[in-house]
């Protein structure tokens, strides 16, 4: 930057993609594939009707229509269900996805649902941010809300 504060941006890790734990990857993976419109990475995709299903297993990843990695999914032989908005077991992190408005959030609502995802929180008539917030299949939160200028 021309203040001097950040040096050249090559010396910094670059964030590659975020990992969700699961026991189910080939599942959460379908569920965020469906919701997201990402595409599996080239080899990950489902094998064949009868055929083992041996990278889904362990470890897959979506990438975003440019084919940019952006979720993972990595499977782990339980996993605790965060309880938010109740602080028992606290979300540690929430993915945010948005909408350009109170419509759409309404639309992708409904197809939320329909992936399979819970309701945990409604804010839909919030004048100043409406948004809805949901756990994945595998308990892990996520956020959709209105947010016209970057949606």
């Known amino acids: 930057m021309a203040d001097g504060l950040v040096p050249e941006a090559r010396r910094f890790p670059r964030l590659r993609t975020t990992v969700l734990d699961t026991t189910d990857p080939r599942a959460l993976a379908e569920f965020y594939r469906l919701l997201l419109g990402f595409a599996y990475r080239p080899g990950d995709e489902p094998p064949?009707?009868?055929?083992?299903?041996?990278?889904?297993?362990?470890?897959?990843v979506l990438c975003d229509?440019?084919?940019?990695?952006?979720?993972?999914?990595?499977?782990?032989?339980?996993?605790?269900?965060?309880?938010?908005?109740?602080?028992?077991?606290?979300?540690?992190?929430?993915?945010?996805?948005?909408?350009?408005?109170?419509?759409?959030?309404?639309?992708?609502?409904?197809?939320?649902?329909?992936?399979?995802?819970?309701?945990?929180?409604?804010?839909?008539?919030?004048?100043?941010?409406p948004l809805r917030v949901y756990a994945d299949p595998s308990g892990h939160l996520f956020c959709v809300f209105v947010a016209p200028s970057f949606a």
């Not at 064949?48 to 897959?60: H, V």
């Not at 605790?80 to 077991?89: G, K, N, Q």
């Open 48 to 60: 064949p009707a009868g055929i083992d299903d041996k990278r889904g297993r362990d470890w897959l």
């Open 65 to 129: 229509p440019s084919g940019t990695p952006r979720l993972a999914f990595q499977r782990v032989p339980e996993l605790r269900e965060t309880t938010w908005p109740d602080h028992a077991v606290p979300q540690q992190m929430h993915l945010d996805t948005s909408v350009g408005s109170v419509a759409e959030l309404d639309e992708q609502h409904a197809r939320a649902l329909a992936l399979g995802a819970r309701l945990r929180w409604d804010r839909s008539d919030d004048e100043d941010e």
